[in-house]
C-alpha cells in the first residue's frame, strides 16, 4: 500500500495490502474460530484452490496447520482495517503468556524500544519467555544490542542502568519484572534476508549458555556487588524499599533511591497495603500517611522525604495533580476519577501506556481531616 498509507492510518506494522480475489479466501478469527469485525486482530487463515494442502512427509504438522473445514492456520497474527487491507501483527507461537494473560512479543519489544531508544539498536530486540524455576512459572528473557554510547563493555554502570530501564518497560507492559536481560554484540544477533530475528534461534542460544559471558553481573548478581541499603539515605527510604520488594516481588538490590515506584505496576490494593505497612513499621498512627503522599511522588526518595515532611505540616496542601509518568513523546493523557474520586484504580493501566506523559486527577476530601469540595463552581475552580 505504501508508507503514506500507513503513516495516515497510524499503523505500527506496515500493511500488506489485499489478498488475491480469485482462488484464495482470507479470513480473521479468535481462538475459538469465531471471525473477528474489522480493525480487530485474531488469527490469520487461509482458503481455497492455490493454498497447498500438506506438508511433505510430516503429517503431524498438516494436522496442527489445517481446519477440518480447509481453513489453513498461517500462524501469522493480524488485522483487516476498513477498506480490506491485512496489517500483520505478529505471530501466534510468538505470544507470550505470563501470569494466565497472553502479550504479543512484537509488541512488547517495540514497547521497549520506543521507551529506551537511547539504549538499544534499532530492530535489534527480542523477547521470548522461558522457565522460571524460582518462580515455578513463565518469565521473559530480554536480548538487546546495545547503541554505540554503551559499547564499552568494561562500563557496567552504563550497561546496568540500560538494564534497568529496559526492565522498567517490561513492568509497565505485563506488571512482572523480566527474568533475565543481556546485552549483546549485534554480530550475536544476526538477521534473517529479510531483515528478522529468530527469536526461536535465540531462546535455544540463550538456554544453552551461549549469552552467559555477555551477561551484565550486576542485573542479575548484584547481591555479590552492592549493599542493598547502600542507596538509601534515610531510614523511611529504607523501610519504603523494603516494603516496596516485597509488594512487587522483587529483590531488594534492584531497588534503588531513585526508583520509580510506578514502573512496578502495583495495583491499588498493593497501594492500599503499602501505606498501612509503612504506618505500622515507621510507628506512626493508622491513617497519617495520607495515599496523597504515596502518590505525591514518582521515586522512593521523593515519596520517602514526603512522609519525613508529615511531622513539620500543620496541613497537607491539596494537589490535585498526580504525576504517574512525565516521559515519552506521544500525547500526554490526563485521567479524570470515577464517582469516588480515587485513581488509584487507574494503576494497572499505566502498563499499557509506555510512551506517553500520564497524568491523573485526585479529589479533595479523600484524606484524613482534609474537606471535600463543597460545590461544583468550587471543584471547577
Known sequence: ?????????????ASVGRHLSEGVQLRIVDDDGTPRSFNSSGHVQLSGEIIFDGYYNNKSATADSWKENGWFKTGDLGLLDSNGNLVVVGRTKE?????GQKYSSSELEHAIELSNSGSIV???????????????????????????????WYDIEKLRDACRQINASVVKFCSKPAMDIIPLPRSEMPKSTIGKLSRHKLKQYYEKGSFDKYRVPIFNKAQEL???????QTETERVLGTILSKEASRPLWDIYSDTDMFSFGLDSIAYIRLKTLLEQEL??????????????GTSVREVAALIDDLSSLKEITYDPLVNFCSTGSKTPLFLFPPAGGEILNFLPVLSFLPDRPVYGFRIRGLDKNDRGFESMDEMLE
Not at 500500500?1 to 506494522?13: A, S
Request: include cysteine; proline fraction near 7%; charge should be negative.
Open 1 to 13: 500500500m505504501g508508507p503514506e498509507y500507513d503513516i495516515e492510518h497510524g499503523y505500527v506494522f
Open 95 to 99: 505470544l507470550l503468556v505470563i501470569n
Open 122 to 152: 534499532p530492530s535489534y530486540c527480542a523477547t521470548f519467555s522461558c522457565w522460571d524455576s524460582k518462580g515455578d512459572s513463565e518469565s521473559i528473557v530480554v536480548l538487546f544490542s546495545p547503541q554505540e554510547s554503551l559499547t564499552q
Open 226 to 232: 552492592r549493599d542493598p541499603a547502600s542507596s538509601f
Open 283 to 296: 510507628g506512626m498512627e493508622k491513617g497519617s500517611i495520607p495515599m496523597s503522599v504515596l502518590l505525591g
